[in-house]
């Protein structure tokens, strides 16, 4: 298999983290691209100076989005995986919520992933082909209580994923979209001390399914939902 070049959206974060370190284990060109200014120094540390790390970009963004997608084509030679990781979380009812959260949440969890799918295809079409991977949501099945604007902007992920992968099929670019359940994650397990976090799922099991679906041997999976609950 030849060497691929993938993006990692959300890239700072835990998740993203786990994807990134899958993929260079595994020989690929990586860049992390994420909205905070820095990458903290642990992921410095983690990854050194090979990997292409884009700090500060707001990608939900076009042009921004754009031109780094630009700039690691260049660098790489081209692209051949995306990875949408990059969104937010916020609970609010509606009753006692504010409306712009949900412009904010379409912003974050559905808009950067129609921005990025938008801005990678041309260096994925001049390649011949590719991999994009969103990240949904199990929960975006059915909205709970303070929900609803996470789960929308989720379950729009979903559509996204089902509608693009039927524009791209004859074209040689696969869509897929991961549904986790709650992610075992430092900001998840301060934001809910009392649960029980052997029923979560770890990141490098979402990083796992995710390297498959980047994979040769997942040329035929496209359009597909996958939900990662774990065994708990």
């Not at 835990?14 to 120094?41: K, M, T």
């Not at 084509?73 to 609010?92: K, P, S």
């Not at 301060?190 to 995710?210: E, K, L």
Request: glycine content about 12%; overall charge neutral.
């Amino acid at each position: 298999m030849t060497t691929q070049s993938v993006v990692v959206t959300g890239a700072f974060g835990a998740l993203g983290v786990a994807v990134a370190s899958a993929f260079v284990a595994r020989g690929a060109r990586v860049a992390l691209l994420d909205v905070a200014p820095q990458p903290p120094a642990s992921i410095r540390e983690k990854f050194g100076p090979a990997p292409l790390l884009f700090g500060g970009v707001d990608l939900s963004d076009l042009e921004s989005t754009r031109r780094v997608m630009d700039v690691t084509a260049t660098r790489f030679g081209g692209i051949d995986v995306l990875v949408n990781v990059a969104g937010g979380f916020r609970w609010e009812t509606l009753a006692d919520g504010d409306v712009e959260t949900w412009d904010q949440l379409y912003a974050m969890n559905l808009r950067t992933a129609v921005v990025c799918c938008k801005t990678v295809l041309p260096a994925m079409l001049a390649r011949g082909g590719g991999r994009i991977v969103n990240i949904g949501a199990a929960a975006a099945a059915r909205a709970g209580a303070g929900m609803g604007a996470y789960t929308a902007s989720k379950a729009g992920v979903q559509r996204l994923t089902e509608s693009l992968s039927e524009e791209l099929k004859d074209r040689g670019i696969t869509v897929n979209a991961i549904l986790p359940g709650t992610l075992d994650t430092p900001r998840n397990r301060a934001d809910m001390p009392d649960a029980d976090f052997t029923r979560w799922i770890a990141p490098q099991t979402i990083a796992g399914v995710i390297v498959f679906l980047a994979s040769e041997a997942a040329g035929a999976v496209t359009g597909a939902s996958i939900p990662v609950l774990g065994g708990g």
